[in-house]
């Protein structure tokens, strides 16, 4: 999280310094949370059809490509707008199944009686990845440029794919 939130301010900071156009700005943080918005039921969906382990895998492998492509279009001075747009829109898709899939998961990953401090522990790590992400994605932004914070975002996602691959599951609590 901390990776997608250091993303996530770098996407507002490089649009704007882009276009000094707070409609791009906004645009591009519309093809970033609006899949999440429109899209995050037929995420449920797609928990509730397939393997949630596997499909976290394979959305974790997607947004980290997308991340490294989201870098490849940004390493240049003037990088297309809509290449910007259109893979953010596409990470934005991947969150939208990502998100609901994790929740889906989490019932499985401990016992009846650890839920709630396994839920408390998932909230606590979320907010506090939205104070620490920004943090240094704007070091890193304001130091090396967003295609290494993409980057850097990006090698995060191995690091879901390996938890997601050494983590046991068991039955989900009912």
């Known amino acids: 999280n901390i ?13 704007y310094d882009l276009t000094k156009s707070p409609s791009f700005v906004g645009v591009l943080l519309f093809a970033q949370l609006g ?9 449920g969906l797609l928990a509730d059809a397939f393997d949630r382990r596997r499909l976290l895998v394979a959305v974790s492998l997607l947004q980290g490509v997308l991340s490294l492509g989201l870098a490849w279009v940004a390493r240049v001075e003037d990088p297309s707008r809509a290449a910007l747009v259109g ?3 596409l990470i934005g898709m991947g969150q939208a199944v990502f998100g609901p899939t994790y929740s889906a998961l989490l019932p499985a990953l401990v016992g009846r009686q650890d839920l709630p401090g396994a839920i408390s522990l998932n909230s606590a790590q979320m907010n ?3 104070v620490i ?16 914070v993409f980057i850097v975002n990006a090698a995060s996602y191995l ?6 691959t050494a983590v046991s599951i ?5």
């Open 170 to 174: 068991g039955t989900p609590c009912t």
């Open 35 to 43: 899949p999440l918005l429109l899209f995050s039921l037929v995420g």
């Open 87 to 89: 893979i953010v829109f």
């Open 128 to 130: 506090g990845s939205r």
């Open 3 to 15: 990776g997608s939130w250091m993303q996530n301010v770098v996407l507002g900071a490089l649009a």
């Open 159 to 164: 690091l879901v794919i390996w938890s997601l």
């Open 133 to 148: 992400g920004p943090i240094i994605g704007a070091a890193l932004f304001a130091r090396f440029g967003a295609d290494v």
